[in-house]
């Protein structure tokens, strides 16, 4: 040809550069095997509690994929919608595999009264409901001493009653002074 190039090649004064372009259908690669794990199962152990108690909340996690996973889970523990708790494991599972993912958590935020927290594991959801801890109230009353008056060497009764108002049992100690 007149203009210099020949079967793809150009030529240049002085060099030969060659470019070759190369027109294939390339077939779609093999989709590569994935895992596919998903989460099932939500327990909540207790689902009624008091502060300072602990909580168990586990889910199962299943590779339904073709290949080995790891996979993230995240546990929040919210109230009104707002995280208060945010907990995190890895669990790496074989195809067809399935494994208990296990929290604990203990709720010691103040409470003065029941308070209900909802749990949120990837979408699976619960609630537990949190009461103050429990404790004694004690309340002495109804002082009575028989007789109201006494010579030296008599005996006389002192009485009182204990009453606990509080909820939890406990032990109160009662002293007596005598001026």
């Given at each position: 040809?007149?203009?210099?190039?020949?079967?793809?090649?150009?030529?240049?004064?002085?060099?030969?550069?060659?470019?070759?372009?190369?027109?294939?259908?390339?077939?779609?690669?093999?989709?590569?095997?994935?895992?596919?794990?998903?989460?099932?199962?939500?327990?909540?152990?207790?689902?009624?509690?008091?502060?300072?108690?602990?909580?168990?909340?586990?889910?199962?996690?299943?590779?339904?994929g073709e290949i080995q996973g790891s996979y993230e889970v995240i546990c929040n523990i919210l109230i009104s919608g707002e995280?208060?708790?945010?907990?995190?494991?890895?669990?790496?599972?074989?195809?067809?595999?399935?494994?208990?993912?296990?929290?604990?958590?203990?709720?010691?935020?103040?409470?003065?009264?029941?308070?209900?927290?909802?749990?949120?594991?990837?979408?699976?959801?619960?609630?537990?409901?949190?009461?103050?801890?429990?404790?004694?109230?004690?309340?002495?009353?109804?002082?009575?001493?028989?007789?109201?008056?006494?010579?030296?060497?008599?005996?006389?009764?002192?009485?009182?009653?204990?009453?606990?108002?509080?909820?939890?049992?406990?032990?109160?100690?009662?002293?007596?002074?005598?001026?």
């Amino acid at each position: 040809m007149a203009d210099g190039k020949k079967a793809g090649m150009v030529v240049g004064i002085g060099a030969a550069i060659a470019t070759l372009f190369v027109a294939m259908k390339a077939k779609a690669a093999p989709a590569i095997p994935a895992a596919d794990i998903e989460l099932y199962g939500l327990s909540i152990d207790p689902n009624v509690t008091y502060r300072n108690e602990s909580v168990d909340i586990s889910v199962f996690a299943r590779n339904n994929g073709e290949i080995q996973g790891s996979y993230e889970v995240i546990c929040n523990i919210l109230i009104s919608g707002e995280v208060m708790k945010n907990m995190k494991k890895t669990v790496t599972l074989q195809p067809g595999e399935s494994k208990p993912v296990a929290f604990s958590w203990k709720p010691t935020d103040a409470v003065t009264q029941p308070t209900s927290y909802q749990v949120s594991v990837d979408g699976l959801t619960g609630s537990v409901i949190v009461y103050p801890t429990p404790q004694a109230a004690f309340q002495v009353s109804n002082l009575v001493i028989d007789p109201a008056e006494v010579y030296v060497g008599e005996t006389v009764n002192i009485m009182v009653t204990v009453t606990n108002t509080g909820n939890a049992p406990g032990t109160r100690e009662v002293q007596c002074i005598i001026d």
